[in-house]
């Protein structure tokens, strides 16, 4: 049943896609970096209820640009959440 669910969510979550506005300078360079719990407090704002720790950035995002990350939903289930990280 849970994983059904995590299904369910894999394929929503698949079609959303979070903006997230963020300080720029030179080169599209962003000051800091997207955090999970950014991540995570935008999906809220659709709907969604992510844990932050089960979004995966393999690399910290720090330019301006679009990002596929994977959110483990389930033990065997992995959705993707498209990122936009826009100049504020």
């Known amino acids: ?3 059904s669910k995590a299904e369910e969510l894999s394929k929503k979550l698949a079609e959303l896609s979070i903006t ?3 300080e720029a300078g030179e080169e599209d360079k ?3 970096s997207v955090t999970t719990m950014e991540i995570a407090n935008a999906l809220r704002q ?3 209820i992510v844990d932050k720790r089960h979004i995966k950035i393999e690399e910290p ?3 301006i640009g679009v990002y596929n990350l994977p959110v483990r ?3 065997e289930v992995e959705g993707i ?3 936009w ?3 504020k």
């Open 81 to 83: 959440v498209k990122i």
């Open 73 to 75: 939903l389930h033990p």
């Open 61 to 63: 995002i720090k330019k």
């Open 46 to 48: 659709e709907g969604y």
């Open 1 to 3: 049943k849970m994983k």
């Open 30 to 32: 962003i000051f800091g």
């Open 85 to 87: 990280v826009v100049k």
């Open 20 to 22: 997230i506005s963020k």
